[in-house]
């Protein structure tokens, strides 16, 4: 017995050690639904779905899984050759003969990592192209959207899911799913191998393997808990900076830097402690299984040391040199897959997640959609009617109710009223950013939603009071990547008053435009809004709020652009300012979601309605002023 008491000191170690992991499993509860990522997708249909980006590609996978075989090989036949020179060189030999051995073993070497390296070049060029397929889904899903759908979606949880989350996907193509493959194999290679050079030392090796089923059982629950707290502390960033960045200028001016600052910090501290807890479990695992290869390679040593020492056999098996040299290579082999197959598992599990976080964006149905037999409208005079229109953003609290008018073609309408009467959410149900829940809109005698969404808002100009500028030029931003030669640019702008400060610009129109045109005054921006409404030809035009955050000066400007604008087509106006409106041949006044009066300016100020009492309300300072 004394003699096999270092096959007992390793086992005691082992059985230890277990001990102790299985307690802290038993003890600690994977808490999913406390820190929000259960998963309710299964991974096989999630892999159906990631498949079908891959099915295009099936060529590539193909060779890629031809080539994966003479690696494999490489991983087999290897430890053979090695152990073959090593009974070559114990005995009486010739140089030719270690020689023409050597030499096939480099051969094999070196067609093993050319192999490699083909295969790593062809999955890293085809994942990429499957997470571009990917990714161009995700961005056009998101744009189908519609605005209220976008609106409960933070966007720095869109920018997550399109960049972040596929990126963990392009691991699983361009990595995991092969060497996952490639792993399973070479166990089971390695494993007939070992059981073909000597059965028993095979079945001391396979003693181990329950250790390593139980520590890549405990792992995978540690690694998931970690990992979610690392996906949701990324998310969490991400979302906190998209907000935070683009409202800069109110936590300045409101001197909330440190504030916020303290948020950002928690947020960073919370993410660093996720990736610690993420990299001890890793810490714990990879040391673990490399504890049970170690003690392998230990009774492997002493039992054949013993044998071959002692000139005994092994259960019947006798043991050699060369055999000790093979199952050295083996053991290797054998347990570097597994380790790297749990690690792999959880890596595959977190691309699942990933995938589950995009799929389910793009299982959001867009609620503004084209109908069956939707139509495409080619010509349009500008006739706007809505019938008995009810509309609400929440059920039950209606924005609009029974709201009826009639805008006969290329005339000009304005909507007035308080802050919540409806006046901007009749702009919106005119393009179909939301659908009504009863009565109808009119296009020229045509329900727009018998007309194609794209159809529809092609024939609308929309000038709103936050005009919103890309980075790039100005020509960019004006013709909106369509054909438009430089002179009719210039036409536009000119049409428009925008060409006065666009030539006094040192590059004119291809000046940049930093994110968002904070390079540009609010009037600026303004002019190129109407230029780039111009350009396209609008049959109807959409201005809400126009000229509400510009200087008196520019308002000039805007108003001789807008009583030209008035000749092109239908023109549909919201405006506080009443100045703006005064010229309109019909003004609608809005009071909670219901007509209250209409009429030109001179009948409604005769009226003596709401109407009046805004205008007084706008102009008696003025006037009292003056006196």
């Known amino acids: 017995m004394k003699e096999y008491l270092p096959l007992l000191i390793v086992g005691a170690i082992l059985g230890v050690f277990s001990t102790v992991m299985i307690i802290v499993y038993a003890t600690v509860k994977d808490k999913k639904s406390a820190i929000g990522f259960d998963r309710k997708m299964k991974d096989g249909d999630l892999l159906k779905r990631l498949l079908v980006y891959a099915r295009p590609y099936w060529k590539s996978f193909l060779l890629v899984g031809f080539i994966m075989l003479v690696t494999i090989a490489y991983d087999i036949t290897a430890p053979l050759l090695v152990s073959d020179i090593e009974g070559l060189v114990k005995g009486s030999f010739e140089i030719p003969q270690l020689t023409w051995r050597v030499a096939l073993y480099a051969g094999i070497l070196v067609v093993s990592l050319v192999s490699t390296y083909c295969q790593s070049i062809i999955l890293q060029k085809t994942g990429q192209k499957i997470i571009s397929a990917l990714r161009e889904d995700a961005f056009k899903h998101v744009e189908s959207l519609s605005h209220a759908q976008l609106a409960q979606i933070p966007v720095g949880t869109l920018v997550t899911r399109v960049t972040n989350d596929t990126n963990a996907i392009s691991m699983m193509f361009t990595n995991l799913l092969v060497n996952l493959v490639k792993n399973c194999f070479v166990i089971v290679g390695v494993f007939v191998a070992m059981m073909f050079v000597n059965y028993m030392l095979t079945l001391m090796v396979l003693c181990f393997v329950p250790f390593v089923v139980l520590f890549t059982v405990i792992f995978r629950k540690f690694s998931r808990m970690a990992f979610r707290k690392v996906k949701d502390g990324y998310t969490d960033v991400n979302t906190f900076l998209s907000e935070n960045l683009t409202g800069m200028k109110v936590i300045q001016i409101f001197n909330r830097e440190d504030r916020k600052m303290a948020e950002f910090t928690e947020k960073s501290r919370r993410l660093a402690k996720a990736k610690q807890q993420q990299i001890f479990v890793f810490a714990i695992f990879r040391p673990a299984v490399y504890m049970l290869y170690i003690c392998s390679v230990l009774c492997l040593f002493f039992l054949g040391s013993k044998g071959y020492l002692d000139n005994v056999t092994f259960m019947g098996e006798s043991i050699t040199s060369e055999v000790i040299v093979a199952f050295y290579?083996?053991?290797?082999?054998?347990?570097?897959?597994?380790?790297?197959?749990?690690?792999?598992?959880?890596?595959?599990?977190?691309?699942?997640?990933?995938?589950?976080?995009?799929?389910?964006?793009?299982?959001?149905?867009?609620?503004?959609?084209?109908?069956?037999?939707?139509?495409?409208?080619?010509?349009?005079?500008?006739?706007?009617?809505?019938?008995?229109?009810?509309?609400?953003?929440?059920?039950?609290?209606?924005?609009?109710?029974?709201?009826?008018?009639?805008?006969?073609?290329?005339?000009?309408?304005?909507?007035?009223?308080?802050?919540?009467?409806?006046?901007?959410?009749?702009?919106?149900?005119?393009?179909?950013?939301?659908?009504?829940?009863?009565?109808?809109?009119?296009?020229?005698?045509?329900?727009?939603?018998?007309?194609?969404?794209?159809?529809?808002?092609?024939?609308?100009?929309?000038?709103?009071?936050?005009?919103?500028?890309?980075?790039?030029?100005?020509?960019?931003?004006?013709?909106?990547?369509?054909?438009?030669?430089?002179?009719?640019?210039?036409?536009?702008?000119?049409?428009?008053?925008?060409?006065?400060?666009?030539?006094?610009?040192?590059?004119?129109?291809?000046?940049?435009?930093?994110?968002?045109?904070?390079?540009?005054?609010?009037?600026?921006?303004?002019?190129?809004?109407?230029?780039?409404?111009?350009?396209?030809?609008?049959?109807?035009?959409?201005?809400?709020?126009?000229?509400?955050?510009?200087?008196?000066?520019?308002?000039?400007?805007?108003?001789?652009?807008?009583?030209?604008?008035?000749?092109?087509?239908?023109?549909?106006?919201?405006?506080?300012?009443?100045?703006?409106?005064?010229?309109?041949?019909?003004?609608?006044?809005?009071?909670?979601?219901?007509?209250?009066?209409?009429?030109?300016?001179?009948?409604?100020?005769?009226?003596?309605?709401?109407?009046?009492?805004?205008?007084?309300?706008?102009?008696?300072?003025?006037?009292?002023?003056?006196?």
């Open 329 to 627: 290579m083996y053991i290797s082999r054998f347990f570097n897959p597994i380790q790297t197959l749990a690690e792999q598992f959880h890596r595959l599990q977190s691309a699942f997640a990933s995938a589950e976080k995009i799929f389910t964006i793009m299982d959001v149905q867009p609620d503004v959609v084209d109908s069956p037999d939707a139509i495409e409208l080619q010509n349009v005079r500008g006739e706007i009617e809505f019938k008995h229109v009810w509309f609400a953003y929440n059920e039950g609290e209606w924005v609009l109710k029974d709201v009826s008018f009639h805008i006969d073609a290329k005339q000009t309408v304005a909507f007035v009223g308080a802050t919540g009467s409806g006046k901007t959410t009749i702009l919106s149900l005119l393009c179909r950013n939301y659908d009504i829940q009863k009565g109808e809109i009119l296009l020229d005698g045509i329900n727009i939603r018998n007309v194609k969404i794209s159809s529809l808002r092609k024939h609308f100009g929309q000038m709103l009071q936050d005009v919103f500028l890309f980075a790039g030029t100005i020509r960019s931003n004006i013709v909106l990547r369509d054909d438009f030669t430089d002179e009719q640019v210039m036409q536009a702008c000119r049409y428009v008053n925008a060409d006065k400060f666009i030539q006094k610009l040192n590059y004119g129109l291809d000046e940049e435009v930093r994110e968002k045109g904070n390079n540009f005054s609010a009037g600026q921006r303004q002019l190129l809004s109407f230029a780039r409404t111009i350009i396209h030809r609008p049959e109807v035009m959409i201005l809400d709020e126009a000229t509400a955050n510009i200087d008196t000066e520019t308002e000039v400007l805007i108003q001789d652009s807008l009583s030209r604008m008035m000749n092109v087509g239908t023109m549909i106006i919201v405006a506080h300012r009443l100045s703006t409106i005064q010229h309109a041949d019909n003004i609608i006044v809005l009071s909670h979601g219901e007509i209250v009066e209409q009429g030109n300016h001179d009948q409604l100020l005769k009226h003596k309605g709401r109407y009046y009492d805004l205008y007084m309300l706008q102009f008696r300072p003025n006037t009292a002023q003056g006196g």
